[in-house]
Every structure is written in C-alpha cells, then in structure tokens.
C-alpha cells in the first residue's frame, strides 16, 4: 500500500493534470478550483441582440399607446459611481441602483458587465450564492466599445466618452477614453 505522503502527491499530480487538460475545470468539478459554481457568461453579440429586441418591443408599445413591456432581465453596471458617471450600456442600471430595490427584479436574469468581466464576475458568483439568476457579460464594456456599440449618461443622452478603469486598454478611436 502506498504510503499517505505518496498518495497525496499522485492525487494531487492527478489533479492538477486533470485541471491543465480541461478550460472548463471549474464546471466539471463543481468550482472545486474557482471558488463557486460555474457562471453563466454572455456576449456582446447575444447582449446586443436582447437589448435591441427589448427596445423595439418598446417602441413598437409607445407607438401603438400601449404600456411599454418589461424585459425578463437586467443589465446591471458594477463599476464605480466615478465610472458609470462618464457613460453605461444603453438599458443598464448601477450597482447601487439595483440593490437599493433587488425586490423590484426578483425572478428576472441579472446581467452584470464591468470594465473587462473581472469584478463583474465577482459579483456574479455573489449574486448567485444568494439564489440570484445571473450571467456575466465577459468582456463587458471594452468588448462593447470594441463592436463600436453605442454609449449614454446615466440619464440616457448618447456620449462616446468610456471610462477603461486604467490608460493600459486601448479603445477605438471613435471614443474618448477616461481614466480619472
């Protein structure tokens, strides 16, 4: 019989090759190596598409004199009040702002983004533990403005102005990139 120091080195040999051969380790061994479920991600051409059908479905009510419908999700901007101040997504709400009322989205998909998907994914698995239907835009702003999709305030005027967190991303020209 081995003995327990050489038994602990295989397992852990064995783990780690199982881990360097699988992208998705974390999913496979329930977050064993990640620290929690897997999240769901989405992306900026499946977010895009939400966000517009959603405001067609809007316009199409305002057109008709209807109540406009309200969407099954919501797009939530983790980042700093200094950096949702110069611009979000076109739809999303602060972090703030949604957990001031969570009540009020209870039962809809949570859809947080970032800067690039790392403190958004952080909350994410937050909001999971709580029980929270969530998905992580991975990405997240900097993927949008790769798309050269559009930008607004936070009361809805369009802008091109991006805050990136740190002068280190590069964003297309067509932006003023915002870093203080």
Known sequence: MPSPKKFGLVAVALSVA???TCNHASAQFGGLFSGG???ETIDTKALNELLTKQKKLVDRAEQNSLPAPKPNFVLVDVRSEKEVNVSVIPGAITKSMYEKDDARYQG???IAYCTVGGR???YAKQLTRKGVKVQ???GSILKWVDAGLPLVTLDGR???RVHTYSDRY???DKY???TE
């Open 136 to 138: 992580n835009y991975k």
């Open 170 to 172: 590069r964003i297309p």
């Open 18 to 20: 199982m881990f360097s």
């Open 37 to 39: 479920a897997e999240i």
């Open 176 to 178: 003023e990139q915002v």
């Open 108 to 110: 809809k998909l949570v």
């Open 120 to 122: 958004s994914g952080a």
């Open 158 to 160: 369009p802008t091109n």
